[in-house]
């Protein structure tokens, strides 16, 4: 019998910054991203949202001072990881189906955990619940599960001079492609695209998994030399980059170079029909950003 998936779409990520003003900034102002919601936060912590057309990416920060339980976790990560990528969340089929499959499945979870937000502006409450995987059965990624009681955020994009039209698919470091694959499936239920397989090239084997109008690109180093090895030696396993389709690669490499932003020429994807421009990860507050262009 297949695997029922409990996850249906990439809703968010998250990205831990040392300031949300001067990340948000930074992306807004410089690299041009669209607005998905301004600055606001909770007890002790604070983020911003970069519209990413089909999901958004999360600018949070811890206040120094706060002793607020997700205050101090938001902290800790940030003193032992810096800025990057942090979290990776999906939006579940239905929450509670999410939650009796896990356990059927015995992967182990925290939740769910019921949050809320009023706006401090508007003084609208909204309310959501979240579900916390045990790293374990992602192959060393940071997720959880996201379902809205009431929208929290809508994504309404602001103006965009990127011209982003979606988050293309999410980079993950793994030490053995097949292993990793075998626990997404079997965990969460999302499986390997077989007839997207790709061999090796560039001291590398990847694996596609697709999710909602994304996919997951699982990439395990084979040769002990090359751009990707050395960076994975240094990170680890886990969320490596994300890469976000453009209308026009040529056009946004332009701009962002016109802003003084270190980006790569545009150059094939391993992916057919496909180009690719790399945005330097100190540029981004640590987070690593291919932009793709698809023929």
Known sequence: MATMAVVKRIDHLMALVGDVGAAFETYTERLGFG?????GGGDGWESAGVFLGNANLELLSAEAESAGPT??????AFESRGEGLFMLAFEPVEIEDA???LRERNVSFLGPVAQSHVDPITGATSSWRNIFVDRAATAGVSA???QYDSRRYPQFGGEDTLKVKKLDHVIIATEDVG?????WENNLGLKVDKSMDRPLGAGFKAARIPIGDSFLELVQPVAREGRFYEQFQ???EGMFSISVEVEDLDEAVSFLKGKGVKVSEPEPSIWPGARLARINREYAHGVSIQLIERK
């Open 71 to 76: 205050a101090t976790f938001f902290r800790n």
């Open 35 to 39: 607005v998905a919601w301004q600055r």
């Open 234 to 236: 240094q990170r680890g």
């Open 179 to 183: 292993n990793a694959a075998e626990l």
């Open 144 to 146: 959880f599960l996201c």
């Open 99 to 101: 939650v009796a499959a």
